[in-house]
C-alpha cells in the first residue's frame, strides 16, 4: 500500500526567502505526482503535475522535481511572498490516489 | 484549469435528515470521481471512488448505507449523507479525474454541520 510522508508538517519562513518542501513515497510505481495548495476552509487547488516520465515542472515561481526511483519529490518556492501562506499537499497517483498530510507554510512579511 | 463545481458550500441541518451535495466537472468529462472527508487541521481522507455508470468503490470503515454516492452522469457525482447525526459534521470535499491528462481537480468543498 502506497504510503506519502511530507516534511516538514509546518514551516514558518521570512517572506522574500527560497523553499522547499519534500515528499516521498514508498511504492515507485507511479502514474504522475501532483502538488496541491489548500487555503483554510477551501478545496484544493492544483499547482503542478508532473508525470511518472518527467523529472520536473515548473510555474512561475513554483519548480517541481521528481525523482521515482527514489520515491521523492520536492516544491520548490522561490521568493517566498506572504501570499503563499498556506497549506501544500502531494498527491501520488498509483492503483489509487494518496496524499500526504501536507506541510502548513507560514510566510511572515 | 479545469473546474470542478461543487455544491453547496455550506449546509446545516437537524439530526436524522439527509444531505445531498453534488460534485460537477463543468468543462470535461469525469468518468472517476471522488469524496473525501477532512477534519479540522487533518490531511484528506479518502471515502470513495466514484466510477460513472457503475457501484461506487467504498473505503475501509465508511459506511456505504450512510454514504450513498450516485454517480449517473460525466459530469455528475453526489454525495447523500443520510440519517445525518453530529458526528457526521465535517468538511467533504470532492476530485473528478481528468482522464485526458491525469490531472485531478478539486471542487471547494462543502461544510456540513449537523445540529
Known amino acids: 500500500k502506497q504510503e506519502v510522508t511530507q516534511i516538514p508538517a509546518a514551516l514558518s519562513v521570512p517572506e522574500g526567502e527560497n523553499l522547499v518542501l519534500n515528499c516521498s513515497f514508498t511504492?515507485?510505481?507511479?502514474?504522475?505526482l501532483q502538488w496541491f495548495r489548500q487555503d483554510p476552509g477551501k478545496g484544493l487547488t492544483s499547482l503542478l503535475l508532473?508525470?511518472?516520465?518527467?523529472r520536473e515542472q515548473t510555474s512561475g515561481r513554483l519548480n517541481a522535481s521528481l525523482d521515482k526511483s527514489s520515491g521523492r519529490s520536492t516544491l520548490y518556492i522561490a521568493a517566498s511572498q506572504p501570499g503563499d501562506s498556506a497549506t501544500y499537499l502531494c498527491?501520488?497517483?498509483?492503483?489509487?490516489?494518496?496524499f500526504g498530510a501536507g506541510t502548513r507554510l507560514t510566510v511572515k512579511p | 484549469g479545469a473546474v470542478v463545481s461543487q455544491h453547496p458550500s455550506r449546509v446545516i441541518c437537524k439530526s436524522g435528515t439527509s444531505v445531498k451535495i453534488e460534485c460537477r466537472s463543468l468543462?470535461?468529462?469525469?468518468?472517476?470521481m471522488f469524496w473525501y472527508r477532512q477534519f479540522p487541521k487533518k490531511s484528506l481522507m479518502l471515502m470513495a471512488t466514484?466510477?460513472?455508470?457503475?457501484?461506487?468503490?467504498?473505503e475501509q470503515g465508511v459506511e456505504k448505507d450512510k454514504f450513498l454516492i450516485n454517480h449517473a452522469s460525466l459530469t455528475l457525482s453526489t454525495l447523500t449523507v443520510t440519517s445525518a447525526h453530529p458526528e457526521d459534521s465535517s468538511f467533504y470535499i470532492c476530485?473528478?479525474?481528468?482522464?485526458?491528462?491525469?490531472?485531478?481537480?478539486f471542487g471547494e468543498g462543502s461544510r456540513l454541520t449537523v445540529l
Open positions: 511504492d515507485s510505481a507511479i502514474y504522475n
Open positions: 498527491a501520488v497517483r498509483g492503483n489509487d490516489m494518496r
Open positions: 508532473i508525470q511518472s516520465s518527467q
Open positions: 468543462d470535461f468529462q469525469a468518468t472517476t
Open positions: 476530485s473528478a479525474w481528468r482522464g485526458d491528462t491525469g490531472e485531478l481537480f
Open positions: 466514484s466510477n460513472e455508470g457503475s457501484k461506487a468503490t467504498y
